[in-house]
């Protein structure tokens, strides 16, 4: 199974800032790569996959970057909706997805 | 527009069986492959079931290999997954969410399953 391994736990940060979120795989998955938003009470939301590439309707604040076991998911000037927990998710091993621990970010 | 909706969800005893269902609407849902993903309470994602389009494949987790099966009805839009032998460690929302090439696109809004006696 591959591990994915996300950092910090927590980030607090003032709107307005950019935001800058970390995603680790045990093992190279190439850029097989997505990230999701999930707010309070909500459904995820698929926000990038193949490691940079933003889903429909996703903001162009939200980027992603990175391949092989190191992913960046960047947002470049937080706005209030977009406090939420992040999740990474790996695609590469399929069927054996497997998702990060989640980062969540939080008002300063 | 893209619409799951999860029913079935409740408590049951440890040992007991639960049928969960996806009401899929908005999209041809016997082109794509669907999945069910839980998320324990206040904890992060995991991948359960993976069914293909005609229901020709069809995987599931270690977790839940054996005690679970996935199930799809394309004439009724429907999508199921049939748990037995719950564990306490099961108790999570469950989500029905739609493959897109093994990423998941769409997603219900979850319904929660409570393992306790």
């Known amino acids: 199974e591959i591990v994915m391994t996300q950092s910090p736990a927590t980030l607090s940060v003032s709107p307005g800032e950019r935001a800058t979120l970390s995603c680790r795989a045990s093992?190279?998955?190439?850029?097989?790569l997505a990230w999701y938003q999930q707010k309070p009470g909500q459904a995820p939301r698929l926000l990038i996959y193949?490691?940079?590439t933003r889903a429909t309707g996703i903001p162009a604040r939200f980027s992603g970057s990175g391949s092989g076991t190191e992913f960046t998911l960047t947002i470049s000037s937080l706005q209030s909706e977009d406090f939420a927990v992040y999740y990474c998710q790996q695609y590469n091993n399929w069927p054996r997805l497997t998702f990060g621990g989640g980062t969540k970010v939080e008002i300063k | 527009e893209v619409q799951l909706v999860e029913s079935g969800g409740g408590l049951v005893q440890p040992g007991g069986s639960l049928r969960l269902s996806c009401a899929a609407s908005?999209?041809?849902?016997?082109?794509?492959?669907m999945n069910w993903v839980r998320q324990a309470p206040g904890k992060g994602l995991e991948w359960v079931s993976y069914i293909s389009s005609s229901s020709s494949t069809i995987y599931y987790a270690d977790s839940v290999k054996g005690r679970f099966t996935i199930s799809r009805d394309n004439a009724k839009n429907s999508l199921y997954l049939q748990m037995n032998s719950l564990r306490a460690e099961d108790t999570a929302v469950y989500y029905c969410?739609?493959?897109?090439?093994?990423?998941?696109?769409?997603w219900g809004q979850g319904t929660l399953v409570t393992v306790s006696s």
């Open positions: 093992q190279s998955v190439s850029s097989n």
């Open positions: 969410a739609r493959d897109e090439r093994h990423l998941f696109d769409y």
């Open positions: 193949g490691a940079s």
């Open positions: 908005g999209f041809t849902f016997s082109s794509y492959s």
